[in-house]
C-alpha cells in the first residue's frame, strides 16, 4: 500500500530566507515538505532527495532510437535524396 503523502506547507521566500536550517531539518528528518512562494505564487518544492524521481537517461533513448532507425531503414532503397524528398512536399 502506497504511503500518504502529507500535504505540503507553503513558505514564503523571505521566511525561507529566515529559517532555512529550520526548514532543511524539518526536510531530512521529518520528510516534510514545503511550496516556495514569491509573493503569494508557487516558485518552486522543497522535498526529500530520495522522494526525487531518477532523471532518464537521453543518451540511451537516443541510441536505441539509431538501433531503431538502422533496422527500418535497412531495405529503404529510395532514388530522392531527403531534401528532394522535402521539396517536394512543400509544393
Known sequence: MPRKQKKMEE??????????????????????????????????????MDAVPPEKNNGEAL?????LRKKLGKNVRNKKNSIDILSEMRR
Open 63 to 67: 541510441q536505441k532510437m539509431m538501433e
Open 11 to 48: 513558505i514564503g521566500i523571505r521566511e525561507l530566507k529566515a529559517r532555512a536550517s529550520d526548514v532543511v531539518r524539518a526536510v531530512k528528518e521529518q520528510r516534510a515538505r514545503y511550496v516556495i512562494t514569491q509573493r503569494g505564487v508557487p516558485v518552486a518544492v522543497i522535498i526529500p
